[in-house]
């Protein structure tokens, strides 16, 4: 399981987060995804605890806790879903946007 952290400050770092996690247990692994093109933190991330009872009891503790001066958002996070590429909008496969 993993947790998501959502209404991070842009400047946290990996270590920060542990730190605050880890304090509700041994935390195996943080992700902080940025963005492509700036290759700016993107305000969330994903942190990973041993046991399901030590992030049950993380989620609990940090939820709307503020830190760094914001209200975090803690929760289970939800698996990802696979991106469709061929979207019936894009103006590359829609006949409607064609001109002839």
Do not use: C, H
């Amino acid at each position: 399981m993993s947790i998501y952290v959502g209404n991070l400050s842009y400047q946290v770092t990996e270590e920060e987060l542990k730190a605050v996690f880890s304090d509700y247990g041994l935390v195996s692994s943080v992700q902080l995804p940025t963005d492509r093109e700036t290759g700016r933190l993107r305000g969330f991330g994903f942190v990973e605890m041993e046991s399901e009872g030590q992030e049950t009891a993380a989620i609990e503790a940090l939820n709307g806790a503020e830190w760094m001066g914001r209200d975090l958002k803690v929760d289970k996070a939800k698996p990802r879903e696979e991106r469709n590429n061929r979207s019936g909008g894009s103006w590359g496969n829609n006949r409607s946007n064609r001109r002839y």
